[in-house]
């Protein structure tokens, strides 16, 4: 195969020759010459912008440069240079990410691979020489420069020693035995992406910033997370963790915890019940902000900005009023004000806020590093003068760097403008949903490029996950696939997505999935209301939580055509004692425990409206996925099977929950198997397809 997408065609509906166009890359250029469709291949061609840090005198950023390696089959980051006045770029390490700015400005401290790990390099600007100075096995995040440059601190796995229960017999030597036993004993035991657990936590490290022996600060069978931050004097190093007797048995409840560099000992500032995290000391030393909320055991918190004093102490949220999640705070370099970043109706935004908690919005466009689908997102930093570097980007493009200045924004990287114009793009825009009980609904829609005005065309509903998170205006390869197959796309945030408040969200809290279903389906019907969707060319498709409510809709209606499930959870019992996060679901999505209440657990699950699925359904997982684990969708597609459904089962090897798409034939194959499947069950009558 081409493609390292294994489609496991074990339903007999579907034909020799859909299998074959799964196996291609979708929209696959003729051999005559090129084509202004986009094409599975054209995801090799793609860059995205992340992580920029500015300097702290705002005249340079550093940036992650993220694009597809065809030979490996991987997105390959390097590290560059913008001098912000000229816009002019240059490179600066062929391999690396994690870059941060010495406070002086003078060297950048980075990770870099180095054999089966990374490890922390730093360069000197004023040479262009870069030197290694870690070695060990491990991969050092959440780099943190001390106030006076000397020193980094950073985060990274401590080894530890297996648990054994009883001993093998002695091996004879040169035999060839099975490999030892494996015992499991923690709670959360495997993560989606990393897999099981290996020995070990995660702690804090010093070292020198020109190297040496690094020196572990904090120990114990807990895992210490970043970001970390110093008190200006260099003394203390701030950190989030989840510590204490019980510390495996809570989910989100970290504290605050400061960490003394010369002894190591700890100070715990938070503590109530409910995560704080993110830490950040002001820049005089007499404050500290984070974020965190008030644990309820609701489905949906909004994640507020604190600020106390210097232990924490008298806290008081900034952002309450703001009805919104803050993403990622910094202080300005006065102290006096924050910058933060939270999505507001879909889009990422960036504003300052007050100690007093007035908000001032300053950027609407920033925009993250997702390329399937069109999520949220966004990263910025804050020289000391004010000036902001951001990723940003819209419909058109992934993610680019831009600055804000004295009240404009500008954009400094075009990454993808000789791809991007040499293709007819499918065209984006919003349209006005009413839900059934009369909220306002945002939704949008992508219409195949080619299409003439007033031309209905084939109709994708694409449903997020989450399913609290929210999509936005934002590039998508799926979406630019599906469209360039000759497919309009729509796309929406029905009640409990988030981006429109804590009361939006929670609509849903214990009571997932059900009238985010009528959302949906009257967003289907504004599409076609609006002239744009044929009413009998309708499909459905969705990842992770929209996984869930794709196998939901067509337990609930036959008026689509053609469905395709992804990464679902199909049975809420199952799901919540496999998944890798334990505790999660029973605490979080449900009042009690699945043999407590069984009832409740099934009666949410798709796998109770099977009987009803009349649709044909392709079901799609990621082989290795501890998330909504790979006997959930095989679970459906038994069931499927037994009914008689036309259905198949595609497993994309060796892909978490999380990197479903990661790699860049995958994420094609993916959307040409969903196209193809699409295609067979579609009437003839569509819009022409670009050329």
Known sequence: MRLSLAVLLLAAAITPSAAVIAQQPPGAAPATGPTRAFTGSDLFGLSIAADPQISPDGRTIAYVRRTADVMTDRMQSSLWLIDVASGRQSPLAAQGSNPRWSPDGTRIAYSAGDGDSSQLFVRWLATGASARITSFPGDPQALAWSPDGTRLAYVANAAGEATTLGKAPPKPAGAKWAEPLVVIDRVNYRNDGPGYAKPGHDHLFVIAADGGAARQLTFGAFDDGGPLSWTPDGREIVFAAIRGPDAERQVMNSDVIAVDVASGTLRTLTTRNGPDGQPL????????????????????????????????????????????????????????????????????????????????????????????????????????????????????????????????????????????????????????????????????????????????????????????????????????????????????????????????????????????????????????????????????????????????????????????????????????????????????????????????????????????????????????????????????????????????????????????????????????????????YRLSAAPVRAQ
């Not at 705070?329 to 939270?342: H, K, P």
């Not at 060319?537 to 196998?551: E, M, P």
């Open 281 to 680: 000391v002001s820049p005089d030393g007499a404050r500290i902000a984070w974020l965190g909320f008030d644990d309820k055991r609701r489905s949906y918190e909004n994640t507020q900005l604190y600020v106390g004093d210097r232990n924490a102490g008298g806290p008081r949220s900034l952002t309450a009023p703001l009805d919104r999640a803050i993403d990622d705070a910094v202080w300005d370099a006065d102290g006096r004000s924050l910058y933060a970043s939270y999505d507001d109706r879909g889009r990422r935004r960036i504003a300052r806020i007050a100690l007093d908690g007035r908000t001032t919005p300053l950027i609407d466009n920033a925009a993250g590093g997702m390329l399937d689908r069109p999520y949220t997102g966004g990263e910025f930093s804050v020289s000391r003068g004010g000036t902001i570097a951001y990723t940003g980007g819209d419909a058109t493009a992934p993610a680019d760097i831009w600055i804000w200045s004295g009240g404009r924004s500008r954009r400094l990287t075009d990454l993808n403008a000789v791809m991007t114009g040499a293709k007819a793009l499918a065209p984006v825009r919003r349209i006005a949903v009413t839900a059934p009980d009369g909220r306002a609904i945002d939704a949008w829609i992508a219409t195949p490029p080619g299409r003439v005005a007033g031309q209905r065309a084939p109709l994708i509903l694409e449903i997020h996950g989450g399913p609290n998170s929210a999509y936005g205006p934002s590039f998508a390869t799926d979406v630019q696939l599906y469209a360039a197959a000759g497919y309009a796309v729509l796309w929406t945030n029905p009640r409990g997505s988030t981006s429109y408040g804590a009361e939006f969200a929670n609509l849903i809290d214990k009571n997932y999935p059900s009238a985010d279903y009528d959302d949906l389906i009257a967003a289907v019907d504004a599409a076609i209301a609006d002239g744009t969707a044929d009413p009998a060319n309708l499909f459905v498709t969705g990842g992770s939580g929209g996984g869930v409510l794709t196998a939901w809709i067509v337990g609930k209606t036959d008026r689509f055509r053609a469905a395709a499930t992804q990464k679902p959870v199909i049975n809420w019992v199952s799901e919540a004692l496999t998944m890798d996060n334990t505790l999660f679901t029973s605490r979080y999505w449900f009042s009690k425990l699945p043999w407590e209440d069984p009832m409740s657990y099934w009666n949410r699950s798709p796998l109770s409206l099977v009987g009803n699925v009349k649709t044909p359904t392709l079901v799609v997982v990621g082989s290795d996925d501890y998330r909504t684990p790979v006997s959930e969708s095989e679970q459906y597609y038994a069931a499927l099977q037994i009914r008689g459904v036309p259905t198949a089962l595609v497993k994309v090897p060796g892909a978490s929950h999380g990197g479903f798409t990661a790699r860049p034939s995958q994420s094609a194959a993916k959307a040409a198997a969903i196209i193809a499947w699409f295609d067979r």
